[in-house]
């Protein structure tokens, strides 16, 4: 039985033992009070992370407006766009996933000519069979067309395996290849017989000491052979967090490795003749190395790309001749207003995105063609830009034109070409926003920078301070948050509330700098620069303290944890969600740890050990009065374990002294959020917007 008063929930969350636990880092002491809450077999664990559930589950689910506020994302849902996306183009075909507004996860399709869509591989078929719920992650299709190498996982685990499809018979052939990363694919070799795969060399671990291996279809893998990667004696060396990434094609007499020490990584890139790959004997020369300050590359032919921000803080584009690999590299791009924020490479020339705040503009430069040849190519809307496929083998390029009031559209144009025009992907386009504006600005810091945020509220909506608002950042690895079409959060705006979006330094606003101001020991001007975002909110009379929700997502878990634990005061809730909230042990006992060394610190030196200190929310948690807070996980992550939140909500429940509730939402079916299906979205929307309106004194969501 739950009992409330006004505004929160009486009822305790099931009580969590401390336990004692002090460990040292380059001589610095650290209490870990919850430190068993990290023992995910336990059954102890289990049974009060299900018990936590269940108890938000339960106070989430009397509130009287949920129903109804559910009711009508669901709605919305089902209106919504088509979602297409992981588009390849191979001759006169085109594969690419998607999702319906009815599907609970996307399909994969092809379209041959203009001959109508035809679905591949529905995983939802291997449900009847197995009983649990799979994704597609990733997919790559051969080079003859005859296979699609599919990463399926369970669950939303991100970790799958890859699953070979015969396209023309629709079976699977040959064995499965486990313990494959989501974001990685196969990488099928010219002869369409074989495709390397990348994945840890140590079967504990998710990646780290990754090595790519070549994998014969139809084989039973037994007789997989190493191609490079860690512990593989080659003329490449890599580390033990190295990322390695190859691109190998007909349509280049080269192969290009590229090696990513870590999220926080340069790519060293090195070059091979294709003939040679996998032969004895056969050298790797490098091209690039991490002084170069290269972030992202693309090849196509002999020519490869690298935008770079050496001398250039919001990056410029040089331009290497891999016939000629001792040859100084070419700048092709020089540094432009804006920020270069991407780039790919198609058979007729590169084209790079530039933006300019949250929306974008698309260029197009023919291969061998100097610097300031580049033209910009037409588009029918401003909006964000993502280049979705672009390939050595084929001219033009698709890509994402998304606002932040309408579905997107994926467009495609060529070298040449004056106006983008529609690929004619997308068929069911939804329905915009009616009556929404988006308005672009910054909010002053305290030490006078200029942090961009984006405001979406209703048109002619009253700014009088009483308006419930939620405000988001993420400010990691140099992401930058661009537009974005929900149609479920019209759901909130249509009520009068207000979505504000910041990009605190951390995130690439503005590029390689003010990521460089928001990473390691530069990290505490993020949740500065979203509490300074914050206090400009209730300034201008957009909210008020009491009205205004603070929420981040992952990474965005350090944006949004430290504000709440420095600021309680300025919010009356917080949503921290799947978030990075333990630093500290994020480096030493997570599988993701070794990944973020150069993004976020090492307990191995004194300032190490400060810097992820100054970051973790869990240890910056004092006896204080906190707003209410949701601390949302799922037990399949295997990005961010999901102790994290276990900690940080045990830590809560505990020091808070406002009496306002601190809820841990579980779901046992999900992972990262990366592939949840559309009810899990659903409900975790109506979950928390619910709860911030319950919170905030909305008449409609106060239990009787």
Not at 77 to 103: E, H, I, N, W
Not at 675 to 700: C, I, K, V, Y
Request: hydrophobic share 40%; proline share 6%; aromatic share 8%.
């Amino acid at each position: 039985m739950i009992v409330f008063a006004t505004g929160s929930a009486l009822a305790a969350p099931p009580a969590t033992p401390v336990t004692k636990v002090t460990d040292t880092y380059a001589g610095i002491a650290i209490d870990d009070p919850y430190r068993h809450l990290e023992q995910l077999d336990s059954a102890d664990v289990k049974d009060w992370a299900r018990a936590q559930g269940s108890d938000a589950r339960a106070t989430l689910d009397v509130l009287p407006g949920r129903a109804a506020l559910a009711a009508r994302i669901k709605e919305l849902s089902a209106k919504a766009s088509d979602r297409v996306y992981m588009v390849t183009r191979l001759g006169r075909s085109t594969y690419f996933m998607k999702k319906q507004p009815t599907d609970a996860l996307g399909k994969l399709y092809v379209r041959t000519g203009k001959a109508a869509d035809r679905a591949l591989f529905d995983p939802d078929t291997m449900k009847a069979a197995t009983g649990k719920t799979y994704a597609i992650n990733n997919y790559a299709i051969s080079p003859n067309g005859r296979y699609a190498a599919m990463v399926l996982s369970v669950a939303d685990a991100e970790l799958g395996a890859i699953h070979v499809l015969d396209i023309k018979s629709g079976t699977m052939v040959g064995a499965t290849v486990p313990r494959i990363w989501g974001e990685l694919s196969a990488i099928w070799l010219p002869d369409s017989e074989h495709f390397v795969y990348t994945r840890s060399s140590d079967p504990a671990r998710a990646y780290g000491k990754n090595q790519m291996i070549v994998h014969r279809v139809g084989s039973d893998g037994k007789d997989d052979q190493p191609l490079l990667g860690y512990d593989i004696d080659s003329t490449v060396k890599t580390r033990e967090n190295d990322w390695p990434f190859l691109t190998v094609s007909a349509s280049s007499p080269y192969a290009v490795l590229q090696l990513v020490d870590g999220v926080g990584g340069m790519p060293r890139v090195y070059v091979q003749p294709r003939d040679q790959l996998g032969k004895p004997g056969a050298v790797w020369r490098e091209l690039i190395g991490e002084s170069a300050k290269v972030r992202r590359t693309t090849h196509a032919g002999k020519w490869l790309y690298g935008r770079t921000f050496d001398s250039a803080s919001r990056y410029r584009v040089l331009r290497w001749d891999l016939s000629h690999p001792e040859a100084v590299p070419v700048e092709v791009v020089p540094q432009q207003s804006g920020v270069i924020e991407d780039i790919g490479a198609g058979s007729d020339g590169l084209f790079y995105v530039v933006r300019t705040g949250a929306v974008s503009d698309l260029f197009a430069l023919r291969h061998g063609d100097g610097a300031g040849k580049a033209r910009k190519v037409g588009l029918p809307l401003q909006g964000s830009i993502y280049l979705s496929d672009s390939d050595q083998a084929m001219p033009g390029v698709v890509f994402s034109l998304e606002p932040w009031t309408a579905p997107l559209d994926l467009m495609m144009t060529r070298v040449g070409q004056a106006n983008a025009m529609s690929a004619g992907l997308i068929v069911n386009k939804g329905q915009p926003y009616d009556d929404v504006i988006a308005i672009e600005t910054t909010c002053p810091a305290r030490d006078g920078a200029k942090v961009p945020i984006s405001i979406l509220m209703k048109r002619g909506l009253k700014l009088d301070g009483s308006n419930p608002t939620f405000m988001e950042g993420y400010a990691g690895y140099g992401m930058t948050i661009t537009a974005e079409f929900s149609p479920t959060w019209a759901a909130w705006l249509e009520r009068g509330g207000i979505l504000a979006l910041a990009n605190p330094r951390g995130s690439g606003a503005y590029g390689e700098e003010w990521y460089q101001a928001g990473r390691g020991a530069t990290k505490p001007n993020t949740w500065r620069d979203m509490i300074d975002c914050a206090e400009f909110l209730v300034k201008e009379r957009y909210t008020a303290p009491a009205k205004l929700a603070v929420r981040g997502v992952s990474m965005g878990g350090v944006a949004a944890g430290r504000a709440l634990t420095e600021r309680p005061d300025l919010f009356g809730t917080a949503i921290l969600q799947v978030g990075l909230l333990d630093a500290v042990r994020t480096i030493v006992a997570s599988q993701n740890g070794p990944n973020h060394l150069l993004e976020m610190g090492d307990v191995k030196t004194e300032a190490g050990v400060r810097q992820l200190l100054a970051m973790s929310s869990y240890h910056n948690v004092t006896r204080a009065a906190y707003p209410a807070v949701m601390v949302i996980t799922g037990m399949n992550d295997n990005r961010v374990e999901p102790w994290m939140s276990f900690k940080m909500a045990a830590r809560l429940q505990q020091e808070t002294t406002s009496g306002k509730p601190v809820l841990l939402r579980v779901d046992e079916q999900a992972g990262h959020g990366m592939t949840s299906t559309t009810e899990q979205r659903n409900a975790m929307l109506a979950d928390t917007l619910a709860f911030h309106l319950w919170q905030t004194g909305d008449p409609q969501f106060q239990p009787k």
